[in-house]
């Protein structure tokens, strides 16, 4: 196949640059309803969590069928594209935006946890050898008490909500969150998550863990 034929996903118009750092290259896929995107390419293992809910089609370059999918607002995943680089075109075939966030895992961190966490409102979801996935829900008027992240993390909002942090030198920060919203955060210790809205607020965790 020529490279003609597609294109690098970082090149790939939906699939939008959000930001990048010596960890993590971050896009923000927006694929309008009955739109698609051009065929491109993934080649590092990416790490996907679903912003809302959609019906795709999925061709893989060469094939002569497309697969259809049922896209879940809250699934999240890892694909290994590294060992199995993936060339495809995405059709957006439901009555609304086909949304997802994808983090690119470009490389291991210097540091992790060894065990996960064991803490109020986290739960965890997946392990796999590169990521562990927590799902953080957090009720009105619930807070997490003193936690402590001591790892690399990314967390995706899934849901509209509003959010009280708090570090242990007591310096508040309201946050005003939206579905889709990307935090990059190195080890932190001692802060606290508050919920003073009326919505939970949800959100996918993910820990970057060293390379064993």
Not at 38 to 57: E, G, K, N
Not at 131 to 146: D, F, H
Not at 155 to 164: D, G, H, N, Q, W
Request: proline share 5%; net charge negative; with cysteine.
């Amino acid at each position: 196949m020529g490279h003609d034929e597609y294109v690098e996903v970082r090149d790939e118009p939906r699939h939008r640059h959000r930001f990048e750092n010596d960890y993590i290259r971050l896009y923000d896929v927006l694929i309008p309803e009955g739109d698609q995107t051009l065929y491109h390419r993934h080649c590092v293992d990416t790490f996907y969590v679903m912003i809302a809910d959609s019906s795709v089609q999925d061709r893989t370059l060469g094939e002569l069928e497309s697969s259809t999918a049922q896209i879940i607002a809250g699934g999240a995943f890892l694909r290994a594209h590294l060992s199995e680089p993936l060339i495809h075109r995405v059709c957006n075939i439901g009555s609304s935006d086909a949304r997802m966030i994808g983090a690119e895992l470009k490389a291991a961190p210097p540091v992790s946890a060894s065990l996960p966490l064991d803490v109020p409102c986290h739960s965890v979801q997946k392990e796999h050898d590169r990521l562990r996935v927590y799902r953080l829900g957090i009720q009105p008027e619930q807070t997490t008490g003193p936690i402590s992240y001591d790892f690399y993390s990314l967390t995706i909002v899934l849901e509209a909500a509003v959010v009280l942090v708090e570090d242990e030198l007591h310096n508040q920060t309201l946050m005003s969150c939206s579905a889709g919203d990307a935090i990059w955060q190195s080890p932190r210790s001692n802060f606290t998550i508050s919920n003073p809205g009326r919505t939970e607020y949800r959100a996918i965790v993910a820990e970057w863990r060293e390379q064993s």
